[in-house]
């Protein structure tokens, strides 16, 4: 629970890592641009289709889901208590706010929704609910919303990853904290009625902290990262196989030099191959893009450093058989960035946000079509309350 308070007092405003990273490398000069060229594969356009103002939310830390030719999402903030917010937006950017926590209802949702075999959306709540720990809610399309469960403690608390629908129709998660023990987190699943069962308790040695949600992998099992923990207290990548008889855990600790603190689940390339960000560590401390077999070593596939983006909080989208992905800091103008790498390292900045357009992007990109991405950011916009963008990719001119 420390850790878990720990990186939420660093995330909540303050960005503390952020502020010194930017200072490490204030005295460097970029050029003020939104396309790095030559880097870029042709010509990349950014437009902000909303710029939050408080009222209507504020803060987005979790990506889209992309449904009924629209988005949903979640703002952290804002909203009639400030307590966050569930919206729909258009891809022209009409928004419309379908609830505004209140603390009872849940609190502060860091993740983002997951749609339901029912049609209905499912998500997490950091805060609120009964005991403050925060809770999972359903919401309809048009805004009525549930809360199916308030965690208490010892069955977990404070969750901050997106769910997942797995194969047996059920939901899987995280909580940074509770779980009994040293109070490291959980990995739970929950019915669409709202049954809870704890699957797992970390406790230091094998992970502790899951910020982010855990993914199925091909072979059935769940895979995850924590924020900390682990052999050198720096995070884990972990596979858990839940059994009739409990639940079996590998874990494989980040070392600094592959990465540090990832903040984001994984992605799988192949059966048994991941790739995965972590927000710390690396060649200049300022975040690495990893890959792990389980079996292998945990190995670094690029290190950012300042200019190419730093500390990257969202995961991986796969896509055309490479990845695309953000920095939370770091590009032209230290606000974070949208970047595209290869299976085998080679990295693209193809943007860089200057405050005005977003800033301090956190959220998994979605593609929509050939080149167009939809994301948001945490602060910056006409109101610095964060923003929806959307992001185009042309391909290059023929020669």
């Known amino acids: 629970m420390n850790s878990a308070n720990a990186w939420w007092a660093i995330r909540r405003r303050s960005w503390l890592a952020l502020t010194v990273c930017a200072l490490s490398y204030g005295s460097v000069s970029y050029a003020q641009s939104d396309v790095l060229a030559p880097e870029a594969p042709g010509r990349v356009t950014e437009s902000v289709l909303h710029s939050f103002d408080g009222t209507d939310g504020a803060n987005p830390v979790a990506g889209l889901l992309r ?19 569930v919206y729909r937006i258009t891809s022209r950017g009409t928004l419309t706010t379908l609830h505004s926590f209140s603390g009872p209802d849940g609190a502060t949702p860091d993740a983002g ?6 049609g209905n959306f499912y998500g997490t709540t950091v805060y609120g609910g009964t005991n403050n720990d925060g809770t999972v809610y359903k919401i309809t399309p048009d805004g009525t919303l549930t809360t199916l469960f308030s965690f208490s403690g010892l069955d977990g608390a404070f969750p901050h990853g997106t769910l997942l629908l797995a194969s047996d129709g059920n939901f899987y998660g995280t ?62 990548v972990f596979m858990l196989t839940p059994t ?41 401390s300022d975040g690495t893009v990893f890959t792990i ?18 500390n990257p909080v969202a995961g991986l989208l796969r896509d055309d058989g490479n990845f695309y992905g ?30 005005t357009d977003g800033k301090t992007p956190e959220g998994v990109l979605v593609r929509v079509g050939q080149g167009n991405f939809y994301g948001t950011t945490l602060n910056g916009g006409a109101y610095d309350d964060g923003t929806v963008f959307t992001l185009s990719v042309h391909p290059e001119p023929p020669q």
Do not use: C, M, W
């Open 326 to 355: 953000t920095t939370s800091a770091g590009g032209a103008s230290h606000d974070g960035t949208v970047f595209k790498i290869t299976a085998g390292g080679t990295l693209t900045s193809l943007f860089s946000f200057d405050g």
């Open 175 to 236: 909580t940074a904290g509770g779980g009994g023990g040293i109070g490291g987190g959980t990995v739970f699943k929950i019915t669409p009625g709202g049954t809870l069962t704890t699957l797992f308790a970390f406790g230091g040695p094998d992970g502790e902290t899951p910020l982010a949600g855990v993914i199925q992998g091909s072979d059935g099992s769940f895979y995850g990262t924590t924020y900390a923990g682990g052999h050198f207290g720096l995070g884990t």
């Open 67 to 85: 449904e009924d030719g629209g988005f949903y999402g979640t703002t952290s903030g804002g909203g009639a208590s400030n307590d966050g917010t």
């Open 113 to 118: 929704l997951v749609q339901g075999r029912d």
């Open 244 to 284: 009739t008889t409990g639940t079996l855990i590998t874990s494989v600790p980040f070392d600094g030099t592959n990465g540090a603190g990832p903040t984001d689940s994984v992605v799988e390339r192949s059966s048994g191959n991941f790739y995965g960000t972590a927000t710390n560590g690396g060649a200049s």
């Open 293 to 310: 077999t389980f079996g292998s070593p945990l190995t670094a596939l690029f290190s950012f450093s300042g200019p190419d983006g730093a």
